[in-house]
């Protein structure tokens, strides 16, 4: 069981999911890891996480702007919220800065078990396609 705070957890976990490290960063995920990535892809561990991520991005790291804890329903859970911005650049290597992110974890007994990761991506990647208005 990890000691750290449930922050503390999932800001080291975001460090390393981003490195991009996610063997190191599946050793702060429960084994029964549940991630919800954009748009409803369901995934198991975070080298899947890494790897879609790979493919719509060159690179891509994330400006957290604040870290936010609350109950989890359950006296062993706390949620925990990262809340910032992506930048970095797109797979075609055109840069990129202020794609608004929201991600939800769900830590138990010093172990992330849920992550679900909402951004602004699709959006964005519309309008580069010229089929959303900017």
Do not use: C, H, Q
Request: charged share 25%.
């Amino acid at each position: 069981m990890n000691n750290e705070s449930p922050a503390a957890i999932v800001d080291e976990y975001l460090r390393l999911l981003m490195g991009p490290e996610p063997a190191a960063a599946r050793s702060l995920a429960a084994p029964d890891l549940r991630i919800r990535y954009v748009g409803g892809r369901k995934m198991r561990d975070p080298a899947e996480a890494a790897a879609f991520t790979a493919g719509r991005y060159r690179w891509i790291k994330k400006r957290i702007d604040a870290t936010e804890t609350v109950a989890g329903g359950s006296p062993e859970a706390t949620v925990v919220y990262s809340i910032g911005t992506l930048y970095g650049e797109w797979a075609d290597g055109t840069p990129f800065e202020g794609n608004r992110y929201v991600d939800r974890y769900v830590v138990r007994r010093g172990r992330i078990a849920e992550m679900d990761v909402w951004n602004d991506s699709a959006e964005w990647m519309l309008v580069r396609a010229g089929l959303a208005p900017a």
